[in-house]
């Protein structure tokens, strides 16, 4: 059973830094790529960032610049360093990703001073 785990979420500041892991399990070997997605209150969930196997990121707008996709295949686990954080920027914060594209529980991100 395809199991997908997210943590590193927290209280932040305006500006400050922080990274989320995505922990998958419950498979051998999968080349789906593993994706980040974002959901605010109130508003619909959003796509955030990709990443293919071989390492491939792609972003979205808001994302460019200030969010970096990257992951460990041999743990697979999948991270998103997120700096320069806004207010906007908080959101419940999804990974989703193994054979199938199995989605996560979420880790909350508050960004607040």
């Known amino acids: 059973q395809v199991r997908v785990v997210e943590s590193g979420g927290g209280l932040v500041q305006p500006g400050g830094s922080l990274t989320l892991s995505c922990l998958l399990s419950g498979f051998t070997l999968s080349t789906t790529p593993t994706k980040w997605y974002r959901q605010a209150p109130g508003k619909e969930r959003e796509w955030v960032a990709t990443?293919?196997?071989?390492?491939?990121?792609i972003y979205s707008e808001f994302a460019k610049g200030r969010f970096t996709i990257s992951s460990e295949n041999d743990k697979k686990t999948v991270y998103l360093q997120m700096r320069a954080l806004k207010l906007e920027d908080t959101a419940v914060y999804y990974c989703?990703?193994?054979?199938?594209?199995?989605w996560g529980q979420g880790t909350q991100v508050t960004v607040s001073s």
């Open positions: 989703r990703g193994g054979p199938g594209g199995s």
């Open positions: 990443i293919t196997f071989d390492q491939r990121s």
